[in-house]
């Protein structure tokens, strides 16, 4: 079975530019999660989707990212315009629909951003 | 206050030594406990989740005292290959609550021969 898979790996961008991330999960797994790890500092939660709906957006730092999983499946996380304080890893992760008792998620081997 | 706090080591042991960790967490609607484990610039994998009766599997053993807020991880008999960073991780439960994992700084251990 395929894992959850990011595109792109690496990312290099100027400060103003826009930046988008993808991310395909698991095929069945309702539940999407971005998160991110800054420099120095722990992973945290950036948004959770359920198929295509947003369920919690409480961990998106601002306006300037936009998150969409248009149809349910992959999702895509738009940095527009990135600043130089949104480099870091993102990462992906993906879990089954609720009710099965799995609270596993399944993670992405993450992109990296450079904002210069 | 962090939501859960880690001490981020490094922990440097040999082959061969017993070694653990700790982490609090603050927020008592925590519900759902974990270990995972990240390799030097990989994701983070689930090691195992933590339950309140404590559990093993194979060298690692994980315990929760929900009065005190406190996990702990133990490792026995260290292989080299346990060398990476272990991240505490809660998930909390309730309404408003879906399932977001919330994790602490991470601890690196590094195993020397």
């Known amino acids: 079975e395929a894992g959850v898979t990011q595109f792109p790996s690496h990312s290099v961008i100027e400060k103003g530019q826009t930046v988008t991330l993808r991310c395909d999960p698991i095929?069945?797994?309702?539940?999407l999660y971005w998160y991110r790890r800054v420099m120095g500092k722990e992973i945290k939660f950036l948004l959770h989707?359920?198929?295509?709906?947003?369920?919690?957006e409480s961990g998106m730092p601002n306006n300037r990212f936009l998150a969409e999983r248009t149809g349910g499946t992959y999702s895509t996380l738009k940095v527009q315009p990135a600043e130089l304080e949104d480099s870091g890893v993102y990462f992906c992760a993906s879990s089954p629909p609720r009710g099965t008792g799995v609270y596993e998620q399944y993670f992405g081997p993450g992109t990296r951003l450079t904002v210069t | 206050r962090k939501e859960v706090e880690q001490d981020p080591g490094p922990f440097n042991v040999p082959e061969g030594a017993t070694v653990a960790f700790n982490c609090t967490y603050s927020n008592s609607a925590s519900q759902s406990f974990f270990w995972y484990r990240q390799d030097c610039r990989k994701e983070p994998k689930l090691l195992m989740s933590v339950y309140s009766s404590g559990n093993e599997d194979g060298r690692f053993t994980a315990q929760l005292n929900r009065a005190s807020q406190y996990i702990s991880l133990l490792i026995r008999d260290s292989k080299l290959s346990d060398s990476a960073t272990y991240l505490c991780v809660v998930i909390l439960h309730g309404s408003g609550n879906t399932g977001k994992l919330i994790f602490g700084q991470g601890t690196t251990l590094q195993v020397k021969p």
């Open positions: 095929s069945g797994h309702d539940n």
């Open positions: 989707f359920v198929k295509e709906s947003k369920q919690d």
